[in-house]
């Protein structure tokens, strides 16, 4: 039959335009060059490991493998319910909160739409906009902090969703509850609102940017979570989304069916319950997130400088004689993996996860020896 195929078509099936417009996302190196296994701080994972009992769920699971997982995730929406006083049936769940703002993209827009977001955002933002064939319309910063108002300014009748991340990857930066609230307030109500808190387990308790009650109480806002960072559950895939009834019914439209297995459901079960692990994570954080910002201050005079934080990672600019990517060279030889991100328009600076003690005092030691040897 294949004499009846028009000469003219192409010889193999063709990508869309906008998917081969997609730079592909570049996960953080575990490795170096050679291959040798280096401390990874390029990934914002969870120094002190996964909760024990996690642990345990996800042992145990094995017993059960050949059945589906449950494609409700009930048990898991039920304790996310419990735990954070929201309604289980509000819920959307997929293979880590990246699933999520695809579905939140791939419901809300599609060809010829606009979807915001900042310059210096995460990169699956970009990929799960042009996905869907809709147009990234990338907003300025202010100082690498979101800008609302260029946000704002940059709605137009197209716009379908806004992504917000709070806080921000790979700044780190924090948007107050007042500027979300600004932000919610100024856009047309058929926009979407997505704040993503990966990070927002991070935060004290009066950083709160309110933005789980706004989902809760507005149409057209959803919040974004995940088990990846604080929860020490990267390797299982493990997001959810919360917002209206409406908005959640017709994300799960196009849901995986089965998103994430027995054993990710049941660890992040158990996770959720250790308050005490998250506890500990939290102040680690806080303790050695200062640490590390007090020491880079010590070599501002030789360029050096932090954006301000309120992750699990911080966002190091070079501006002096020792260069981003010199720096990155000699930490991944002295055998630590950060971040460096010329691709997202940040050639100047290196995203450094907070990792244990030792590995801070390490990677402080390689800055300072670098900076005395460029100077
Ligand atoms: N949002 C932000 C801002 C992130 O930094 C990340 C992880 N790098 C994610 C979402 C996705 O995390 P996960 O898919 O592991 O839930």
Do not use: C
């Not at 998917?19 to 291959?35: F, H």
């Not at 996964?50 to 699971?61: E, L």
């Not at 780190?172 to 990966?198: C, K, M």
């Not at 991100?341 to 100047?348: A, D, F, R, S």
């Amino acid at each position: 039959m294949t004499d009846t195929i028009a000469p003219t078509r192409p010889a193999a099936p063709e990508a869309k335009p906008w998917i081969t417009a997609i730079a592909p996302y570049v996960p953080g190196r575990a490795t170096a060059d050679n291959g040798r296994p280096v401390v990874k701080l390029s990934s914002n994972e969870n120094p002190l490991g996964t909760p024990q009992g996690a642990r345990t769920a996800f042992r145990d699971a094995a017993d059960e493998l050949e059945r589906y997982p449950d494609a409700s995730a009930a048990a898991l929406r039920d304790a996310l319910a419990a735990h954070y006083g929201i309604e289980a049936e509000r819920i959307i769940y997929g293979t880590g909160s990246d699933e999520v703002l695809h579905l939140a993209a791939g419901t809300f827009a599609g060809v010829g739409d606009e979807i915001i977001h900042v310059r210096y955002g995460f990169a699956v933002y970009d990929i799960a906009t042009r996905r869907v064939g809709a147009v990234p319309v990338v907003v300025q910063d202010d100082d690498y902090a979101t800008d609302i108002d260029a946000i704002l300014a940059a709605v137009t009748e197209r716009t379908k969703v806004v992504f917000l991340a709070n806080p921000n990857n790979p700044t780190g930066t924090y948007t107050s509850r007042t500027e979300i609230a600004r932000l919610h307030a100024g856009l047309p109500r058929d926009v979407l609102l997505v704040v993503d808190q990966a990070y927002t387990e991070y935060l004290t308790p009066e950083d709160d940017d309110g933005a789980l009650e706004l989902a809760r109480t507005q149409p057209n806002v959803l919040v974004t979570r995940t088990f990846s960072k604080i929860f020490g559950l990267a390797a299982e895939r493990v997001g959810w989304g919360y917002g209206a009834p409406a908005l959640i019914a017709a994300m799960h439209r196009i849901r995986a069916p089965f998103s994430f297995g027995i054993g990710a459901q049941r660890a992040a079960i158990a996770a959720l319950a250790d308050t005490a692990f998250v506890r500990r994570s939290f102040e680690h954080n806080l303790v050695w997130r200062d640490w590390f910002v007090g020491e880079i201050a010590q070599l501002g005079n030789a360029g050096l400088r932090t954006v301000p934080s309120k992750a699990n990672f911080v966002l190091v600019l070079f501006e002096g004689a020792l260069s981003a990517e010199a720096a990155y060279h000699a930490l991944m030889a002295a055998g630590y993996a950060v971040r460096w991100l010329p691709g997202q328009g940040l050639p100047h600076g290196l995203r450094i996860t907070i990792g244990r003690e030792e590995e801070m005092r390490a990677v402080v030691d390689v800055l300072r020896a670098e900076v005395r040897n460029a100077g």
